[in-house]
Nanobody, 115 residues
Framework: QVQLVESGGGLVQAGGSLRLSCAAS?????????MGWFRQAPGKEREFVASIRWSDTTAYADSVKGRFTISRDSAKNTVYLQMNSLKPEDTAVYYC????????WGQGTQVTVSS
């Protein structure tokens, strides 16, 4: 059974930075697998933020390009999301997800950006 555990959320002022971590346990992801981040703001649908394959191919939502960076540490089976220049509209619960069909999900971590 795969488990994804997020950490690193919190409260930050606009313009600040946070780094989210997602530790995967229970299996080793292959080079064709992917992990990523989604977010859900109050009253809105969950949306894609960023993804990375174990081959290091990355993808980003247009709203975060140039501000967020996804990376991985294969030795630790951990994926990170470095979030810079945060905006109030980035406020959401951030979820880690894994697998080619996003079949694995973490419990979420709250990110709040104050203006």
């Amino acid at each position: 059974q795969v488990q994804l555990v997020e950490s690193g959320g919190g409260l930050v002022q606009a313009g600040g930075s946070l780094r989210l971590s997602c530790a995967a346990s229970g299996r080793t992801f292959s080079s064709s697998s992917r992990m990523g981040w989604f977010r859900q703001a109050p009253g809105k649908e969950r949306e894609f933020v960023a993804s990375i394959r174990w081959s290091d191919t990355t993808a980003y939502a247009d709203s975060v390009k140039g501000r967020f960076t996804i990376s991985r540490d294969s030795a630790k089976n951990t994926v990170y999301l470095q979030m810079n220049s945060l905006k109030p509209e980035d406020t959401a619960v951030y979820y880690c997800a894994g697998g080619n069909t996003w079949g694995y999900w973490g419990q979420g971590t709250q990110v709040t950006v104050s203006s």
